[in-house]
């Protein structure tokens, strides 16, 4: 006997609706940034699934592990880092697999990984995570295919903020690169989507009091540093930011101010701007947004003798 449609199915499907009438909507967003930043949509490839590979040390204070899409192609494949969102303190790699998907389809080999949350540990253990991560990717890199001279990152969220924090602070000599980061752990090029880029322009919320360890008056240097905006030098790699314009949670503006500080150092950085959405939205219907993405990084990580 069929059932009547339950309430919260209702709102599901509204919701579902709502989501897919803002997608096609014309007109949803703008870019703006340098036109070279974006390539030829790349080649279509089956891809395999590694997963479970952990990446930490044996006496790492809490084992983690990440998913390694592998495409089917010859040749060594270039790598993108992905990093999940959830305040610092939830979510899992799960939430970014229809990117990973997207991306290894294209020919990029994907580590999904999972990091350290907070209250439990507080920053810089999510960084240190990522960085060890990406030195995992450089030692093990080659048993699985992988070029590790073209390695990129891609984030949403804290994770944009984490991948990016990462970026920024491998190109730098910051402190931070002590003691897991250097040379080994740069990236080619970053994708980071919903992005809180500078922290200090933030009231001390529940979720930056647990992820820095108390308010911003009693640590405002631990707001400053945390903050992928202080850190950008000239050397900073390439940058591709997309956003939602009507972003409540991570103000658009945050976007904004870390594209205009990138150009402002000579990097170069395209900021796609995605009207009619809020943070939540711009990654649910954010299918444009990573095209342009997967877009850039086949642009970015073109070996060189091919750009």
């Known amino acids: 006997m069929p059932h009547a449609a339950s309430y919260p199915g209702k709102i599901l499907g509204a919701s579902i609706f709502l989501l897919t009438a803002l997608a096609s909507l014309p007109g949803c967003s703008h870019y703006s940034g340098v036109e070279n930043l974006i390539g030829p949509e790349p080649k279509t490839t089956e891809y395999d699934v590694v997963e479970g590979l952990v990446y930490t040390p044996e006496n790492w204070p809490q084992a983690l592990s990440g998913d390694l899409y592998l495409p089917q192609q010859s040749g060594l494949s270039p790598v993108v880092l992905m990093v999940h969102g959830g305040g610092w303190n939830s979510r899992s790699p799960a939430d970014m697999v229809w990117i990973a998907e997207e991306l290894a389809g294209h020919g990029f080999a994907v580590f999904n990984i999972a990091y350290r949350f907070a209250p439990e540990f507080t920053f810089p253990a999510q960084l240190h995570d990522l960085q060890v ?3 995992w990717l450089a030692t093990n890199g080659s048993l699985y295919g992988l070029d590790t ?5 891609f984030g949403f969220s804290s994770g944009a903020h984490l991948i990016a924090l990462l970026a920024v602070v491998a190109s730098s000599d ?4 002590q003691p897991y980061g250097g040379a080994n752990t740069r990236l080619q090029a970053v994708v980071a989507g919903g992005i ?3 922290l200090t322009s933030f009231d001390s919320g529940k979720l930056l009091f647990q992820f820095l360890g108390a308010d911003k008056q009693q640590i405002p240097e631990t707001y400053r540093i945390a903050s992928p905006i202080t850190h950008i030098t000239p050397q900073t790699p390439p940058f591709f930011l997309f956003h939602g314009g009507m972003d409540s949670l991570v103000p658009f503006s945050q976007a904004e101010s870390f594209h205009q500080a990138l150009l402002a150092n000579g990097v170069s950085s395209g900021l796609l701007k ?7 939205t711009s990654f649910l219907t954010g299918g444009n947004a990573v095209e342009q993405g997967l877009r850039f990084l086949t642009r970015q990580q073109m070996p060189r003798a091919s750009q």
């Not at 910051?174 to 690169?177: I, K, M, P, V």
């Open 133 to 135: 991560a990406r030195q």
């Open 149 to 153: 001279q073209r390695v990129s990152g």
């Open 174 to 177: 910051s402190n931070l690169n």
């Open 196 to 198: 809180p880029a500078d």
């Open 274 to 280: 995605l009207h009619l959405r809020g943070h939540i």
